[in-house]
Protein backbone atom coordinates (compact mmCIF):
# COMPACT_ATOMS: atom_id res chain seq x y z
CA UNK A 1 0.00 0.00 0.00
CA UNK A 2 1.51 3.56 -0.81
CA UNK A 3 0.46 6.85 0.62
CA UNK A 4 1.18 9.67 -1.40
CA UNK A 5 0.95 13.02 -0.27
CA UNK A 6 0.02 16.03 -2.67
CA UNK A 7 -0.26 19.60 -2.89
CA UNK A 8 -2.60 21.51 -4.83
CA UNK A 9 -1.39 25.16 -6.22
CA UNK A 10 -2.25 27.80 -8.49
CA UNK A 11 0.41 29.35 -9.89
CA UNK A 12 0.92 33.02 -11.34
CA UNK A 13 -1.37 34.56 -9.42
CA UNK A 14 -1.58 35.79 -5.61
CA UNK A 15 -5.42 35.00 -5.87
CA UNK A 16 -6.88 31.40 -4.82
CA UNK A 17 -8.70 29.42 -7.51
CA UNK A 18 -7.05 31.80 -10.38
CA UNK A 19 -3.52 31.33 -12.36
CA UNK A 20 -3.08 27.40 -13.28
CA UNK A 21 -3.50 24.95 -10.47
CA UNK A 22 -1.10 22.36 -10.09
CA UNK A 23 -0.66 18.93 -8.24
CA UNK A 24 2.99 18.26 -6.79
CA UNK A 25 3.52 15.04 -5.12
CA UNK A 26 6.11 15.43 -2.81
CA UNK A 27 8.11 11.88 -2.76
CA UNK A 28 7.07 9.49 -6.09
CA UNK A 29 9.70 7.63 -5.27
CA UNK A 30 7.19 4.08 -4.21
CA UNK A 31 5.75 4.65 -8.25
CA UNK A 32 6.80 3.72 -11.70
CA UNK A 33 5.63 6.51 -14.79
CA UNK A 34 3.16 4.04 -15.34
CA UNK A 35 1.34 4.87 -12.32
CA UNK A 36 2.77 8.76 -12.41
CA UNK A 37 0.25 9.16 -15.54
CA UNK A 38 -2.25 7.46 -14.62
CA UNK A 39 -2.35 9.72 -11.45
CA UNK A 40 -2.17 12.79 -13.82
CA UNK A 41 -5.06 11.74 -15.98
CA UNK A 42 -6.90 11.05 -12.60
CA UNK A 43 -6.08 14.76 -10.99
CA UNK A 44 -7.15 15.70 -14.60
CA UNK A 45 -5.52 19.48 -14.53
CA UNK A 46 -3.34 20.33 -17.07
CA UNK A 47 -0.38 18.88 -15.09
CA UNK A 48 0.76 17.20 -12.67
CA UNK A 49 4.43 16.72 -10.97
CA UNK A 50 6.06 14.13 -9.28
CA UNK A 51 9.20 14.71 -6.92
CA UNK A 52 12.11 12.69 -6.59
CA UNK A 53 15.57 12.23 -5.48
CA UNK A 54 18.22 14.13 -8.07
CA UNK A 55 20.19 11.96 -10.03
CA UNK A 56 22.12 15.65 -11.04
CA UNK A 57 23.96 16.29 -7.44
CA UNK A 58 24.48 20.18 -9.08
CA UNK A 59 20.05 20.34 -8.52
CA UNK A 60 17.85 20.30 -5.37
CA UNK A 61 15.63 17.60 -6.90
CA UNK A 62 13.94 16.05 -9.67
CA UNK A 63 10.72 16.45 -11.38
CA UNK A 64 8.63 14.78 -13.96
CA UNK A 65 5.56 16.58 -15.31
CA UNK A 66 2.66 14.80 -17.08
CA UNK A 67 -0.23 16.20 -19.18
CA UNK A 68 -3.29 13.66 -18.90
CA UNK A 69 -1.74 12.68 -21.57
CA UNK A 70 1.56 12.78 -21.80
CA UNK A 71 4.76 13.36 -20.05
CA UNK A 72 6.65 16.77 -20.77
CA UNK A 73 10.27 17.55 -20.86
CA UNK A 74 9.76 20.78 -19.20
CA UNK A 75 6.85 22.93 -18.71
CA UNK A 76 6.47 26.61 -16.96
CA UNK A 77 3.74 26.62 -14.58
CA UNK A 78 4.88 23.09 -13.43
CA UNK A 79 8.21 23.85 -12.54
CA UNK A 80 7.50 27.32 -10.66
CA UNK A 81 4.77 25.82 -8.81
CA UNK A 82 6.91 22.86 -7.63
CA UNK A 83 9.64 25.21 -6.39
CA UNK A 84 7.64 27.10 -4.64
CA UNK A 85 6.19 24.02 -2.87
CA UNK A 86 9.76 22.88 -1.99
CA UNK A 87 10.80 25.66 -1.01
CA UNK A 88 7.81 25.84 1.68
CA UNK A 89 8.52 22.50 2.95
CA UNK A 90 12.14 23.44 3.82
CA UNK A 91 13.56 21.00 0.98
CA UNK A 92 15.89 24.01 -0.46
CA UNK A 93 18.16 25.50 2.02
CA UNK A 94 16.27 29.01 3.60
CA UNK A 95 17.35 31.90 1.89
CA UNK A 96 18.37 30.11 -0.74
CA UNK A 97 18.01 32.44 -3.51
CA UNK A 98 19.44 30.22 -7.03
CA UNK A 99 18.84 26.62 -7.38
CA UNK A 100 18.18 24.30 -10.00
CA UNK A 101 15.73 21.20 -10.59
CA UNK A 102 16.38 18.44 -12.69
CA UNK A 103 14.33 17.65 -15.58
CA UNK A 104 14.06 15.78 -18.80
CA UNK A 105 15.75 18.70 -20.99
CA UNK A 106 18.06 19.39 -18.62
CA UNK A 107 18.63 21.27 -15.40
CA UNK A 108 16.29 23.99 -15.31
CA UNK A 109 17.81 27.61 -13.07
CA UNK A 110 15.88 28.71 -10.37
CA UNK A 111 15.56 32.49 -9.04
CA UNK A 112 13.82 33.46 -5.89
CA UNK A 113 13.03 37.36 -6.04
CA UNK A 114 12.24 38.27 -2.28
CA UNK A 115 9.11 39.62 -1.76
CA UNK A 116 5.54 39.67 0.00
CA UNK A 117 5.00 37.46 -1.76
CA UNK A 118 8.02 36.06 -3.41
CA UNK A 119 8.41 35.67 -7.43
CA UNK A 120 9.83 32.43 -8.60
CA UNK A 121 11.63 32.64 -11.66
CA UNK A 122 13.16 30.33 -14.12
CA UNK A 123 14.93 30.75 -16.68
CA UNK A 124 14.02 29.32 -20.14
CA UNK A 125 16.18 26.28 -21.70
CA UNK A 126 17.45 27.33 -24.85
CA UNK A 127 14.98 28.49 -27.97
CA UNK A 128 15.19 26.82 -31.67
CA UNK A 129 12.72 28.19 -34.15
CA UNK A 130 10.91 26.14 -36.47
CA UNK A 131 8.26 26.23 -39.46
CA UNK A 132 6.79 29.18 -40.60
CA UNK A 133 2.89 28.76 -41.15
CA UNK A 134 0.80 30.77 -43.95
CA UNK A 135 -1.36 33.50 -41.94
CA UNK A 136 -4.08 32.27 -43.88
CA UNK A 137 -3.99 28.62 -42.83
CA UNK A 138 -3.98 30.02 -39.18
CA UNK A 139 -6.58 32.19 -39.36
CA UNK A 140 -9.13 29.42 -40.62
CA UNK A 141 -7.62 26.95 -37.89
CA UNK A 142 -8.58 29.73 -35.26
CA UNK A 143 -12.23 30.51 -37.20
CA UNK A 144 -11.07 34.15 -37.67
CA UNK A 145 -10.36 36.15 -40.94
CA UNK A 146 -6.16 36.83 -42.63
CA UNK A 147 -7.18 40.11 -40.87
CA UNK A 148 -7.62 39.71 -37.58
CA UNK A 149 -3.91 38.22 -37.74
CA UNK A 150 -0.64 40.51 -37.76
CA UNK A 151 1.27 40.71 -40.93
CA UNK A 152 4.10 38.67 -39.23
CA UNK A 153 4.28 35.04 -40.11
CA UNK A 154 3.40 32.50 -37.26
CA UNK A 155 6.19 30.34 -36.23
CA UNK A 156 7.06 27.20 -34.02
CA UNK A 157 9.37 27.92 -31.35
CA UNK A 158 10.61 25.07 -29.16
CA UNK A 159 12.08 25.83 -25.51
CA UNK A 160 11.47 21.82 -24.93
CA UNK A 161 7.47 22.11 -25.52
CA UNK A 162 7.08 23.07 -29.59
CA UNK A 163 4.26 25.80 -29.68
CA UNK A 164 3.07 27.75 -32.48
CA UNK A 165 2.65 31.54 -32.26
CA UNK A 166 0.07 33.03 -33.74
CA UNK A 167 0.12 37.18 -33.55
CA UNK A 168 -3.21 38.65 -33.91
CA UNK A 169 -4.48 42.45 -34.23
CA UNK A 170 -6.15 43.01 -30.88
CA UNK A 171 -7.84 41.63 -27.78
CA UNK A 172 -10.81 40.73 -29.52
CA UNK A 173 -9.60 38.18 -31.83
CA UNK A 174 -7.72 36.81 -29.19
CA UNK A 175 -11.22 35.80 -27.47
CA UNK A 176 -12.70 35.11 -30.21
CA UNK A 177 -10.00 32.32 -31.60
CA UNK A 178 -10.85 28.88 -30.92
CA UNK A 179 -9.53 25.41 -32.14
CA UNK A 180 -10.52 22.03 -32.07
CA UNK A 181 -9.09 18.86 -32.99
CA UNK A 182 -9.47 18.41 -36.86
CA UNK A 183 -8.38 22.18 -36.87
CA UNK A 184 -5.53 21.01 -35.03
CA UNK A 185 -4.60 18.24 -37.87
CA UNK A 186 -4.85 20.74 -40.43
CA UNK A 187 -1.94 22.57 -38.84
CA UNK A 188 -0.37 19.41 -37.87
CA UNK A 189 0.16 18.42 -41.67
CA UNK A 190 3.71 17.78 -42.19
CA UNK A 191 4.62 18.03 -38.35
CA UNK A 192 5.99 14.72 -36.69
CA UNK A 193 5.56 16.13 -33.58
CA UNK A 194 2.52 17.39 -31.50
CA UNK A 195 2.40 21.61 -30.80
CA UNK A 196 0.56 23.98 -28.69
CA UNK A 197 -0.91 26.77 -30.42
CA UNK A 198 -0.22 30.50 -28.72
CA UNK A 199 -2.14 33.12 -29.72
CA UNK A 200 -1.30 36.87 -28.26
CA UNK A 201 -2.10 39.98 -28.97
CA UNK A 202 0.67 43.00 -28.09
CA UNK A 203 -0.41 45.72 -25.13
CA UNK A 204 0.68 48.32 -23.55
CA UNK A 205 2.06 45.71 -20.65
CA UNK A 206 3.30 42.94 -23.14
CA UNK A 207 1.08 40.63 -24.22
CA UNK A 208 -2.52 39.19 -24.16
CA UNK A 209 -2.72 35.31 -24.72
CA UNK A 210 -4.10 32.02 -24.97
CA UNK A 211 -2.82 28.68 -25.19
CA UNK A 212 -4.46 25.61 -26.71
CA UNK A 213 -3.07 21.81 -26.44
CA UNK A 214 -5.76 19.57 -27.75
CA UNK A 215 -2.99 16.77 -28.73
CA UNK A 216 -1.95 17.26 -24.57
CA UNK A 217 -5.37 16.98 -23.06
CA UNK A 218 -5.96 20.63 -22.44
CA UNK A 219 -8.44 22.23 -24.59
CA UNK A 220 -6.88 25.35 -23.50
CA UNK A 221 -4.34 26.30 -20.68
CA UNK A 222 -4.55 28.78 -18.35
CA UNK A 223 -0.76 29.71 -18.29
CA UNK A 224 1.87 28.18 -20.34
CA UNK A 225 5.35 29.16 -19.09
CA UNK A 226 6.80 26.94 -21.03
CA UNK A 227 5.57 28.87 -24.17
CA UNK A 228 6.27 32.25 -22.44
CA UNK A 229 10.29 32.83 -22.96
CA UNK A 230 9.63 31.89 -27.14
CA UNK A 231 6.65 34.47 -26.98
CA UNK A 232 9.33 36.84 -25.66
CA UNK A 233 11.80 35.58 -28.71
CA UNK A 234 9.06 35.93 -31.31
CA UNK A 235 8.38 39.86 -29.95
CA UNK A 236 11.97 40.74 -29.73
CA UNK A 237 12.19 39.19 -33.47
CA UNK A 238 9.67 41.03 -34.68
CA UNK A 239 9.73 44.48 -33.00
CA UNK A 240 6.83 43.62 -30.74
CA UNK A 241 8.27 45.31 -27.92
CA UNK A 242 10.28 48.45 -27.07
CA UNK A 243 12.96 48.75 -24.25
CA UNK A 244 16.47 48.64 -23.07
CA UNK A 245 18.49 46.06 -22.16
CA UNK A 246 16.98 43.99 -19.02
CA UNK A 247 13.02 44.59 -20.17
CA UNK A 248 10.64 43.26 -17.98
CA UNK A 249 6.86 42.60 -19.49
CA UNK A 250 4.10 40.83 -18.56
CA UNK A 251 1.93 38.04 -20.18
CA UNK A 252 -2.19 38.01 -19.22
CA UNK A 253 -3.48 34.90 -19.99
CA UNK A 254 -6.03 32.28 -18.90
CA UNK A 255 -8.45 35.45 -18.61
CA UNK A 256 -11.22 34.08 -21.09
CA UNK A 257 -11.68 30.64 -19.45
CA UNK A 258 -11.97 33.01 -16.20
CA UNK A 259 -8.47 31.75 -14.51
CA UNK A 260 -6.65 34.79 -14.95
CA UNK A 261 -2.57 34.82 -14.66
CA UNK A 262 0.18 36.66 -14.83
CA UNK A 263 3.43 35.58 -16.52
CA UNK A 264 6.56 37.80 -15.84
CA UNK A 265 8.86 38.03 -18.27
CA UNK A 266 12.77 39.40 -18.00
CA UNK A 267 14.59 40.06 -21.26
CA UNK A 268 18.13 39.97 -19.57
CA UNK A 269 21.16 41.72 -21.77
CA UNK A 270 20.53 42.43 -25.80
CA UNK A 271 17.64 40.76 -27.10
CA UNK A 272 17.88 38.41 -24.38
CA UNK A 273 21.23 37.68 -24.48
CA UNK A 274 21.75 36.29 -20.88
CA UNK A 275 18.97 35.05 -20.86
CA UNK A 276 14.68 34.65 -20.60
CA UNK A 277 13.08 34.52 -17.57
CA UNK A 278 9.86 33.93 -16.79
CA UNK A 279 8.12 34.46 -13.07
CA UNK A 280 5.92 34.30 -11.01
CA UNK A 281 3.76 34.55 -7.50
CA UNK A 282 2.05 31.04 -6.62
CA UNK A 283 -1.07 30.43 -4.26
CA UNK A 284 -1.59 27.45 -2.30
CA UNK A 285 -4.94 26.20 -1.31
CA UNK A 286 -4.77 22.33 -0.96
CA UNK A 287 -3.15 19.59 0.37
CA UNK A 288 -3.96 15.59 0.32
CA UNK A 289 -3.14 11.82 0.18
CA UNK A 290 -3.79 9.41 -1.83
CA UNK A 291 -3.89 5.82 -1.31
CA UNK A 292 -2.68 3.25 -3.93
CA UNK A 293 -2.63 -0.62 -4.24
CA UNK A 294 0.74 -1.18 -5.30
Not at 48 to 58: G, H, I, Q, Y
Not at 71 to 97: N, W, Y
Not at 183 to 206: K, Y
Request: hydrophobic fraction near 40%; charge should be negative.
Amino acid sequence: MAWLHYRIVDVFTTEALAGNPLAVFTDASQIDEVVMQKIAREMNLAETTFVLPSEDPTCAARVRIFTPKKEMIFAGHPTIGTSFVLLDEKRVPQGCEFFSLEEKVGPVRIWVENGAPPMIWLRTPPISEGRLYERSLCAHALGLESADLLDVSPQILNAGNPTLLIPLKDEGAVDRAWLDMQEMRTLRDGEAEPFCVFVFSQTRGGAYSRMFAPEYGIAEDPATGSSTGPLAAFMIKHGLLTGAADTRFISEQGTKMGRRSLLHVRIAGDKGAEGIYVGGNVTAIAEGTMKLSC
